[in-house]
């Protein structure tokens, strides 16, 4: 299985950018990258999601080495309301059983966000 | 609103008890996933169903079961309940396009309480 680990706790500022490290060393060839949300008492939400080089879209930016074998979401100029946990979850998304490393959310890393 | 539907929102049971929870999935989605989350602690995958059929299945107890019925709704049957087995539990459902599973939509999951 592809295991991920990621730091536990982050703390940061309002208008800071924020790195979010998730290494990921047995990837495998067939494997996407996939970043989730969530809040409390609330089920996780999609952020982003990518298979090499950068990915953008209108919340984040992920950015994954030519050896995928870690990845980086990158959250703009955080708001109190990026206050969170956030997962980083490695998987074949075409395998029948894409399966239990791709639904593998493990504990997360909890960002909080200070004025 | 991610259009997946959960009922009942909270549960109250007692020891040894059997309870079903029920989800319904985004308009389209065939494929419908289980998540136990206890307090403080990160999403567990229980089980996966596409289209009716079990794709993938995590870590969930025998005393657990789960079923997709044709309408795509799925149901999961947790039994002689324990209190270790209170909890939030998350349904989540995604869409499939050429073979490759695509993000996953939660649910506002079930609070179950054990008492």
């Known amino acids: 299985l592809a295991k991920t680990t990621q730091p536990i706790s982050m703390d940061s500022y309002e208008g800071q950018e924020v790195n979010i490290t998730c290494s990921h060393n047995n990837i495998a060839t067939n494997d996407y990258i996939t970043w989730y949300q969530q809040f409390p008492s609330q089920g996780p939400r999609f952020i982003i999601q990518?298979?090499?080089t950068k990915v953008t879209n209108e919340v984040a930016s992920l950015f994954i080495p030519a050896d995928r074998k870690s990845s980086t979401l990158s959250l703009p100029r955080v708001s109190l309301s990026d206050t969170a946990v956030y997962y980083c979850l490695v998987g074949d998304l075409e395998s029948p059983d894409m399966g239990r490393r791709a639904l593998t959310f493990g504990s997360g890393t909890r960002l909080q966000v200070q004025p | 609103d991610s259009g997946v539907t959960q009922t009942p929102k909270h549960l109250i049971t007692a020891t040894g008890q059997r309870v079903t929870l029920r989800c319904s999935p985004r308009s389209g989605d065939l494929s419908v996933y289980w998540y136990q989350q206890s307090l403080d602690q990160g999403l567990q995958f229980l089980i996966q169903?596409?289209?009716?059929?079990?794709?993938a299945k995590g870590n969930i107890l025998e005393r657990f079961s789960a079923q997709q019925f044709p309408d795509l709704h799925s149901e999961l049957n947790l039994s002689s309940l324990e209190l270790g087995d209170s909890a939030l539990y998350f349904c989540a459902s995604s869409v499939e396009i050429a073979g490759r599973r695509g993000e996953q939509f939660f649910g506002p999951g079930t609070r179950l309480t054990v008492l």
């Open positions: 169903y596409y289209n009716g059929e079990e794709r």
């Open positions: 990518g298979y090499k």
